[in-house]
């Protein structure tokens, strides 16, 4: 719990920033995600991860200086992986987070109706719960394996998009890349290593 609020705590700050700003805006976001673990180990891994997609979405506030700006966000995000062994074997394994991503945008276009953007930033993540699911001659099994994992995450991210501004609102579409720094094995063997990574598209809607 105290890592949950100090992730609200900076959002709160972010916050307070944005509101000092030229043009701060509040708003929306959701999208689409493929997340996939990176995983290394002290013997050689029999199976590749894949990509597994997921949903996500959650709020943002933004503050602007000219053509540069401050985003920060609280976001529900699956990270996480899977690997088929056929069709009626394999394993999934579902991250599910709470992500606090901050940002510094480049708008080297100042105005019209639609304005490019480029970003990176980093974040912090606190892990709700990490679920696996394993399949065997067709039969799937859920586990909860939160206890396997450290429930923190942080890692930086690097984004590219447009803004469409309409009367009263602005629309944006935003693809984004998600590198995971720590290893978020609790207990692991030396050598061993998970990391997340994910790619996502989002569409964000401000006033």
Not at 15 to 42: C, D, M, P, W, Y
Request: net charge neutral; aromatic share 10%; charged share 15%.
């Amino acid at each position: 719990m105290k890592r949950f609020a100090i992730v609200c705590l900076v959002l709160a700050c972010a916050a307070a920033l944005g509101a000092q700003t030229e043009a701060s805006k509040v708003g929306v976001k959701a999208g689409f995600s493929l997340a996939r673990i990176h995983e290394t180990a002290t013997v050689p891994l029999l199976f590749e991860w894949q990509n597994l997609p997921f949903v996500t979405g959650g709020v943002f506030v933004e503050g602007g200086w000219g053509l540069m700006a401050l985003e920060a966000e609280a976001l529900y995000v699956q990270m996480g992986g899977k690997f088929t062994i056929d069709e009626a074997n394999g394993l999934k394994n579902r991250f599910h987070y709470i992500q606090v991503p901050v940002q510094v945008k480049v708008r080297p276009v100042g105005g019209g109706l639609i304005r490019p953007f480029v970003a990176g930033g980093a974040y912090g993540a606190y892990l709700i719960r990490a679920e696996s699911y394993l399949t065997a001659d067709g039969e799937t099994a859920k586990a909860n394996v939160t206890a396997d994992y450290v429930r923190w995450d942080v890692g930086v991210l690097g984004s590219a998009g447009l803004t469409f501004k309409l009367p009263g609102m602005s629309l944006s579409l935003e693809g984004r890349y998600n590198l995971g720094l720590m290893n978020i094995l609790r207990d692991p063997i030396a050598g061993d290593t998970i990391h997340n990574r994910c790619w996502m598209a989002l569409v964000g809607l401000s006033y």
